[in-house]
């Protein structure tokens, strides 16, 4: 884009003195791919201008667990335990032997699809994450290349890195899980991915970068966390690891280690200030001392946690030891705005109406997430900064006279009415270039039929479909 194109709204979250501010009647102005400037006013020249009115220009959001594949947390909804539902792969499903359940085209397809969705809830920078249940074991180079091309495409800032593990979760009919491991296709998963990260680190005019994406903590090895902690400290990559997430990952964590997820990231020398750990819903105060100490970043993902039963205990109490929070979406649909709103609300109930307040989590879904990944020029608006933009549409909805406040309890994703990323309008009155919303979500309904289909193979005791996800009510005939 060339000249400066000026933004106005009723509502502009600006930032100063390092902390997000609030300009009624407001301004943002664009040059090329970054912030000129920011405020009540412009008197400088532009080449273009458009006024959203009753609307809330603020920073897009930055999702550190942003979902890139058709989400299968929610066929669990209603359907439980996990492992009677295909969550955990039976003894049977080793013996035939692994496989992937999607082909090369759909695992493209589905990143393609996913980074949509993610531009249009306002989402601007993606470190996307994807299930390895229904995969041989981990993900490809292959499809992250397909990835990197897509995020290129639509315009989506990513951090992007295949995910990798050193063993996996195996059940039997009881119910009885223990690991299974394969360290030395874990090593070379890693090390495919180190490769890959070299290759593609700011490419995309800069869109793209690399990441580290050892799987859940409790399918990994020490060897393959230190030699991950060795090469992102090398590359300055982020590196993700889902830890102290379940009941079952703290049971074969003390099993194999005698001890807690962080505390054994700590004691092999992988914990650092580049590390991002979602979930924290049943971690230890110890491992919270730890992720303060360390500098790491706690991930908070509220919707998937309290869609079955769990909830962070608590945001203030993590916030106040010094923890920074960044907030992941994680499932469908990818709306950072209802994690907001649920974030606040949970935090509310572990702790009190006053603990918590609307800049918290709004802070942690820009501030907190551009910190955990060392940048400064994201999640924020002010000059210099990116030009990462959500504009939040206020004309149907009933607006408190504050602006952050009106996003927590009157709107969510769908109210994300234009999208910019460094200086590209990559959404314009929800509609993004190239993107047919009803063709594209046809085939990728008819795509997660086709896996539901295949739930049997992976399943305990192999029941039909019908057996593992049960109606709401009777089906009338």
Not at 217 to 236: D, N, Y
Request: hydrophobic share 40%.
């Amino acid at each position: 884009m060339t000249g400066r194109t000026l933004l106005s709204a009723r509502w502009v979250v600006g930032h100063e003195d390092g902390r997000h501010v609030v300009h009624e009647n407001g301004v943002v102005v664009i040059e090329g791919a970054r912030i000129l400037h920011v405020g009540r006013s412009f008197d400088g020249e532009v080449s273009a201008s458009r006024d959203y009115g009753a609307a809330v220009i603020c920073p897009g959001f930055v999702d550190l667990d942003a979902l890139s594949d058709l989400d299968t947390t929610i066929l669990g909804y209603d359907n439980g335990p996990a492992w009677k539902k295909g969550r955990v792969w039976p003894q049977s499903y080793i013996d035939r032997g692994p496989y992937e359940m999607y082909g090369p085209e759909e695992l493209a397809f589905q990143k393609r699809f996913a980074f949509a969705q993610l531009i249009r809830n306002g989402i601007t920078t993606a470190l996307p994450i994807a299930s390895l249940f229904y995969r041989a074991w981990g993900e490809t180079v292959a499809e992250f290349d397909a990835a990197a091309q897509a995020a290129t495409d639509l315009g989506l800032r990513v951090y992007l890195g295949p995910a990798y593990r050193t063993g996996g979760q195996v059940t039997d009919d009881a119910g009885n899980i223990r690991a299974v491991y394969d360290e030395a296709r874990g090593m070379q998963g890693l090390e495919d991915a180190a490769a890959f990260a070299r290759r593609i680190d700011g490419t995309g005019g800069g869109l793209v970068r690399a990441m580290f994406a050892p799987d859940r903590i409790e399918t990994c090895t020490e060897a393959l966390l230190q030699r991950t902690a060795a090469l992102a400290a090398e590359m300055g990559a982020p590196v993700r690891q889902h830890s102290c997430q379940s009941p079952t990952e703290l049971r074969l964590i003390e099993d194999q280690h005698g001890t807690t997820p962080i505390d054994w990231l700590a004691r092999i020398g992988a914990l650092g200030s580049n590390w991002l750990l979602p979930h924290g819903t049943h971690a230890s105060p110890r491992d919270f001392a730890l992720m303060a100490e360390h500098g790491a970043t706690l991930v908070h993902c509220p919707l998937v946690s309290a869609r079955h039963g769990g909830l962070l205990t608590s945001f203030p109490n993590c916030r106040d030891m010094g923890i920074n929070i960044g907030l992941g979406t994680d499932t469908w649909p990818p709306d950072m705005i209802l994690n907001m709103s649920l974030g606040m609300m949970t935090a509310r109930i572990a702790e009190s109406m006053e603990a918590i307040r609307s800049e918290d989590v709004f802070d942690a879904a820009t501030l907190g997430g551009a910190r955990a990944l060392g940048r400064d020029d994201l999640g924020r608006l002010a000059p210099g900064a990116c030009a990462d933009i959500a504009v939040v549409d206020l004309r149907r909805t009933l607006q408190t006279p504050d602006p952050i406040q009106t996003l927590m309890t009157s709107t969510s994703g769908r109210d994300v009415r234009d999208v910019w990323i460094a200086g590209r309008c990559v959404m314009e009155d929800r509609v993004i270039p190239g993107f047919d919303v009803e063709a594209e979500t046809t085939r990728t309904q008819a795509q997660f039929d086709g896996l539901i289909a295949k739930y049997p193979d992976r399943t305990a005791g192999h029941p039909p479909v019908e057996h593992i996800f049960t109606p709401s009510y009777r089906r009338a005939q």
